[in-house]
């Protein structure tokens, strides 16, 4: 069927269609409102029939009601007319006998029907019945009238109107044909005449034209045809012009029957095999690959299911043997049918890419080697700087205790100033150098935010010197307990800190924390640090993050530095997935900053701080006497948290006036370095005009001269702070203020001086060191604190003096000769020797650190030796036996296929309890076989393991009475609704653990069970 008679066809259709539609709905129309008319002229009668005969019916005149009803029969289509009493009988009726005979409703039929006048009834299709009630003025129904109208007039007026819709249908339907004939042949003509001229084009005849002269869609369509052939015509190029295309082709070409026989090749294909056209004409594509199954199964079987192949790496074979390196694509042609009529090659030599990446490979692996030198070089130099440091700095401390003159005294300082410059600077080479190698691992433990903010600035307040420069802290109201790597984040904020301070001269450094956004589980944070200094251009601070740069391009100006430090938290900042960015303006100020998104750590009432006040406090006032904005800001805010209500004065006079004017201040915090009145005029001004309403005064200052303190301790100040301060020291000072008499001892100061760290007996120490150096500091530092020292020279002395001789720590150097410090300490281990070893070397990479641990050393300390921190390890582990009652020989055994955290385990219970010898098994089968001679005072087991599981372990242990007494921890990550923790219970294990991110209380089951 053509177009032309498709169109007529499907409008027709869509015409009779419609048609009929409106046909069946005029005629329905109609109906409907015959019957409605039908409906209200019946009811309309019968109502006012009612109220006409009302009189009559409440009478009974009979007669009058019949001669009333006589005159309704002039209407031939009104059948009955009954009137019925309020009883429902029959008063009278206005047709004759004959008429109404059979046709006289029932009394109760008739009575319901007038009480629901809405409900109407056809009866036989002849009647419809419609009736209303006669009603007196109160309302009391006295009687009934019922209509019978005849439905012979609404069948009548039905018929005609049937009829009419019909004949407008028929009109509409032949309208409507012939209106699609006159459409159809509008549309179709140029369309047959455009498949008329294509199909002249597909037999080659291009002279053909669509005369078509219309301004619609279809005329543009005849003129770009129109235009299309020409082009056609125009571009139609012949055989030879094609061969020569081939023939100039770069790359190789090949074209193959479906048999894999060449058919034809070019100039390029030739001068790659070798071959004359003419033999290769006939040769299998195979031939020229060196495995055929590449050339002529894989690759076909790829180009038949993908109908092409792209840039395929493979070898070609050339006519004397030569192996190259070819890269080439395929693809089939295929007829109507998609059968395979041949298959193109294009070839490519790639012997010059090859070769290149042979270079970039060779180039590759000696940058990588001289970066791995490079890293050693450092690590070795570093090492070695580190030694020599050692004994400067250590020496230099200890000559600094003794009697000296102040010139001395100077010179020593310097010194150690120097020496201190230096070890910054060989650290922060080495943290490059260690980012650059991706050697930097970051710890996810739970850390306290504002812990480490103000651990930040109050390492840095010290080069503050001269300056009038005031350190500031804002933490704002962040939840500060996450999950992160305190030392880096540490080292970050120092880096900034110290850039600011070497840039600004006067004003302030404020360091501020901001939630910038937080879930459940998450909080990203930006940190900020914001100086008053030099600030720089824009040009400047495109280059501030390059190592070795500078703003100025100069590290021998008055600001000094190497420009390492900001490089340094560029990429730690990254590698935690922040970006630090930079703002700056010269002469105003710079403003570093970064956000980091953290987890979120359970709130430990242990980690964290006291953040409240013992005593409701919520009435009071705490004055705030300052005049510098930034510090009144934080200052406002942290008393604000506290639930006090701040008061805020510039200055002493205006102090004095918000004093007399509130009588419910109860505690004052006062800046001491104000202008014209200091804190110390003003708590004087205070005390003088207030004798009997004095509150309690916390001096704040930035000074942390002895010369200061004294004075704040001579003019009897309730306690003093340094600034910055953070919520929990201001809570910790209120706190003393205000506990009962019977609980009062004297509360120090919250930033006295600290007692020094000491030990609770002489300790007997064991150092293995080799350099004579280390080992003259070492025994001076450790004797002057009181303890005994016995020297090794290797690992092997070491070993031999452990069998010899009780100690209580041993100081274990890494590179020493015969036996260095990891072996020694693994044969050590080996022997079930528990005593503490900590680490003492120059080694300080992230690597190094994690073989001491591993090797089974407790702890690690870095050369150059801090005197503090040596002490401090001394005393932690020295006292541990005390401490924690902890019988040598102690074992616990760990039973988890899940490497990591059993590594993570062991280093925790090692370096917490150091006494205790800890053993690693893979599953059930191993942990039987370490238990034939071990006996463990605590078994820690997972229950999902490979070859013998939790469950059947412990069932094995159970039956031996030799681990009656062994506590069994079992530690898994199941649900607790699963059934094998059920099945656990009954096996009455000492207890379950389920959560693996905080490992403090499964800790705290150990350390009950060893002691």
């Given amino acids: 069927m053509g177009i032309q008679a498709k169109l007529i066809a499907y409008t027709a259709l869509i015409v009779i269609g419609v048609a009929a539609i409106l046909a069946y709905w005029s005629t329905d129309r109609q109906l409907t409102a015959i019957r409605e008319l039908n409906i209200r002229e019946t009811q309309t009668l019968a109502t006012n029939l009612a109220i006409i005969l009302e009189e009559d019916i409440y009478s009974y005149q009979v007669h009058r009601l019949r001669l009333a009803l006589a005159g309704l029969r002039r209407n031939p289509y009104i059948m009955d007319t009954f009137i019925l009493d309020a009883e429902g009988k029959i008063l009278t009726d206005g047709t004759d006998e004959n008429l109404?005979?059979?046709?006289?409703?029932?009394?109760?039929?008739?009575?319901?029907?007038?009480?629901?006048?809405?409900?109407?009834?056809?009866?036989?299709?002849?009647?419809?019945?419609a009736g209303d009630t006669a009603k007196t003025v109160n309302g009391d129904i006295i009687g009934y009238i019922i209509v019978a109208l005849s439905l012979e007039n609404e069948k009548r007026l039905k018929q005609e109107a049937i009829k009419s819709s019909f004949l407008l249908a028929g009109a509409l339907v032949v309208v409507g044909i012939i209106s699609s004939v006159m459409l159809s042949k509008s549309f179709s003509t140029p369309i047959i005449k455009l498949k008329e001229a294509a199909i002249n084009i597909g037999e080659g005849i291009f002279d053909t034209r669509v005369d078509i002269d219309r301004k619609d869609e279809l005329g543009i369509l005849a003129r770009?045809?129109?235009?299309?052939?020409?082009?056609?015509?125009?571009?139609?190029?012949?055989?030879?012009?094609?061969?020569?295309?081939?023939?100039?082709?770069?790359?190789?070409?090949?074209?193959?029957?479906?048999?894999?026989?060449?058919?034809?090749?070019?100039?390029?294909?030739?001068?790659?095999?070798?071959?004359?056209?003419?033999?290769?004409?006939?040769?299998?594509?195979?031939?020229?690959?060196?495995?055929?199954?590449?050339?002529?199964?894989?690759?076909?079987e790829l180009i038949t299911d993908n109908d092409f192949v792209s840039n395929?790496?493979?070898?070609?074979?050339?006519?004397?043997?030569?192996?190259?390196?070819?890269?080439?694509?395929?693809?089939?042609?295929?007829?109507?049918?998609?059968?395979?009529?041949?298959?193109?090659?294009?070839?490519?030599?790639?012997?010059?890419?090859?070769?290149?990446?042979?270079?970039?490979?060779?180039?590759?692996?000696?940058?990588?080697?001289?970066?791995?030198?490079?890293?050693?070089?450092?690590?070795?130099?570093?090492?070695?700087?580190?030694?020599?440091?050692?004994?400067?700095?250590?020496?230099?401390?200890?000559?600094?205790?003794?009697?000296?003159?102040?010139?001395?005294?100077?010179?020593?300082?310097?010194?150690?100033?120097?020496?201190?410059?230096?070890?910054?600077?060989?650290?922060?080479?080495?943290?490059?150098?260690?980012?650059?190698?991706?050697?930097?691992?970051?710890?996810?433990?739970?850390?306290?935010?504002?812990?480490?903010?103000?651990?930040?600035?109050?390492?840095?307040?010290?080069?503050?010197?001269?300056?009038?420069?005031?350190?500031?802290?804002?933490?704002?109201?962040?939840?500060?307990?996450?999950?992160?790597?305190?030392?880096?984040?540490?080292?970050?904020?120092?880096?900034?800190?110290?850039?600011?301070?070497?840039?600004?001269?006067?004003?302030?450094?404020?360091?501020?924390?901001?939630?910038?956004?937080?879930?459940?589980?998450?909080?990203?944070?930006?940190?900020?640090?914001?100086?008053?200094?030099?600030?720089?251009?824009?040009?400047?601070?495109?280059?501030?993050?390059?190592?070795?740069?500078?703003?100025?391009?100069?590290?021998?100006?008055?600001?000094?530095?190497?420009?390492?430090?900001?490089?340094?938290?560029?990429?730690?900042?990254?590698?935690?997935?922040?970006?630090?960015?930079?703002?700056?303006?010269?002469?105003?100020?710079?403003?570093?900053?970064?956000?980091?998104?953290?987890?979120?750590?359970?709130?430990?009432?242990?980690?964290?701080p006291i953040l409240s006040l013992n005593q409701d406090l919520t009435d009071k006032h705490c004055l705030i006497v300052e005049d510098n904005p930034a510090a009144m800001r934080i200052t406002r805010n942290i008393v604000a948290r506290m639930r006090l209500k701040p008061i805020l004065a510039v200055n002493a006079e205006e102090a004095l006036n918000q004093f007399t004017n509130n009588s419910s201040i109860e505690i004052i915090l006062t800046d001491i370095l104000m202008p014209e009145i200091d804190g110390f005029m003003f708590v004087e001004k205070l005390k003088k005009k207030f004798p009997q309403r004095v509150p309690k005064i916390i001096a704040v200052t930035a000074d942390m001269s002895p010369a200061t303190i004294n004075r704040i301790k001579d003019f009897h100040f309730d306690g003093y702070l340094f600034k910055p301060f953070g919520r929990s020291s201001l809570v910790t000072m209120i706190n003393s203020f205000f506990i009962s008499e019977n609980e009062k001892t004297k509360t120090p100061d919250i930033h006295e001086t600290k007692t020094e760290n000491f030990c609770h007996f002489t300790a007997k120490i064991l150092l293995a060191e080799d350099n004579k150096v280390n080992q003259k500091l070492a025994s001076k530092l450790i004797m002057r604190m009181g303890h005994n020292i016995t020297i090794a020279g290797d690992g092997l002395k070491a070993i031999e003096m452990v069998h010899k001789h009780d100690f209580d720590i041993i100081l274990m150097d890494v590179q020493m000769p015969n036996m260095g410090g990891i072996e020694a300490t693994r044969n050590l281990r080996d022997m079930g020797i528990t005593i503490p070893i900590i680490a003492m070397t120059a080694n300080v990479m992230e690597k190094d650190r994690k073989e001491c641990q591993h090797a089974g050393m407790n702890d690690f300390i870095a050369k150059p030796i801090q005197r503090d921190i040596l002490r401090d390890k001394i005393v932690q582990y020295s006292d541990y036996r005390i401490k924690n009652s902890i019988d040598?020989?102690?074992?616990?055994?760990?039973?988890?296929?899940?490497?990591?955290?059993?590594e993570i385990l062991k280093e925790t219970l090692i370096r917490q309890l150091p006494l205790v010898s800890v053993k690693i098994a893979n599953d059930g089968v191993e942990a039987c076989e370490l238990l034939g001679s071990l006996h463990p005072n605590v078994i820690i087991t997972d229950i999902v393991m490979p070859n013998m599981d939790g469950i059947a372990m412990i069932k094995f242990i159970k039956k031996d009475e030799r681990y009656k007494d062994s506590l069994i921890v079992v530690l898994s990550d199941l649900d607790d609704t699963d059934p094998k923790i059920q099945e656990i219970q009954e096996l009455g294990v000492s207890d379950i653990y389920f959560r693996r991110d905080d490992l403090s209380p499964l800790i705290e089951i150990v350390k009950s069970a060893v002691k």
Avoid at 888 to 902: A, F, P, Q, R, Y
């Fill in 888 to 902: 040598k020989g102690s074992w616990v055994l760990i039973v988890d296929d899940h490497t990591e955290m059993s």
């Fill in 224 to 300: 770009t045809f129109n235009q299309m052939i020409t082009d056609i015509s125009h571009k139609t190029v012949s055989k030879d012009y094609v061969d020569n295309i081939i023939r100039s082709m770069v790359d190789s070409l090949i074209v193959a029957n479906p048999d894999n026989t060449l058919a034809r090749t070019n100039t390029a294909a030739c001068e790659l095999f070798g071959y004359e056209s003419s033999k290769l004409i006939g040769m299998q594509v195979g031939q020229l690959f060196k495995h055929e199954s590449t050339a002529d199964k894989t690759i076909m």
């Fill in 100 to 129: 109404r005979r059979g046709s006289i409703p029932e009394d109760s039929f008739s009575r319901n029907l007038v009480v629901k006048k809405k409900r109407y009834h056809d009866i036989a299709n002849s009647l419809l019945y």
């Fill in 312 to 608: 395929h790496e493979s070898i070609g074979l050339t006519k004397d043997g030569r192996e190259i390196p070819i890269s080439f694509s395929a693809s089939t042609m295929t007829d109507d049918n998609r059968s395979v009529q041949g298959t193109v090659y294009v070839i490519k030599d790639i012997t010059a890419q090859k070769q290149a990446e042979e270079e970039l490979m060779t180039a590759k692996f000696q940058a990588e080697m001289a970066n791995q030198a490079k890293s050693e070089f450092l690590a070795n130099m570093s090492h070695e700087l580190r030694t020599p440091l050692n004994g400067i700095i250590g020496f230099t401390q200890i000559m600094l205790d003794d009697r000296l003159t102040s010139e001395q005294r100077d010179n020593l300082e310097s010194i150690s100033r120097s020496s201190d410059t230096l070890l910054d600077l060989i650290s922060d080479i080495l943290d490059l150098a260690k980012i650059e190698a991706q050697h930097i691992d970051l710890e996810c433990i739970p850390i306290n935010l504002e812990d480490i903010v103000y651990d930040s600035a109050d390492l840095i307040r010290s080069k503050v010197g001269d300056k009038h420069v005031e350190i500031l802290v804002d933490v704002g109201d962040i939840y500060s307990l996450v999950y992160g790597d305190p030392t880096r984040l540490r080292q970050i904020i120092s880096n900034l800190l110290s850039n600011a301070i070497k840039f600004t001269d006067t004003g302030e450094i404020e360091t501020s924390l901001k939630t910038v956004r937080e879930d459940d589980d998450t909080n990203c944070i930006e940190f900020k640090v914001r100086d008053t200094g030099i600030g720089m251009s824009k040009e400047q601070q495109a280059i501030i993050f390059e190592a070795f740069q500078q703003a100025d391009g100069s590290t021998t100006r008055k600001y000094g530095g190497t420009g390492l430090g900001l490089a340094i938290s560029k990429n730690l900042s990254e590698l935690m997935g922040a970006t630090l960015q930079v703002e700056s303006q010269e002469n105003v100020g710079t403003a570093f900053s970064f956000q980091i998104a953290f987890k979120k750590a359970a709130l430990n009432v242990e980690e964290c």
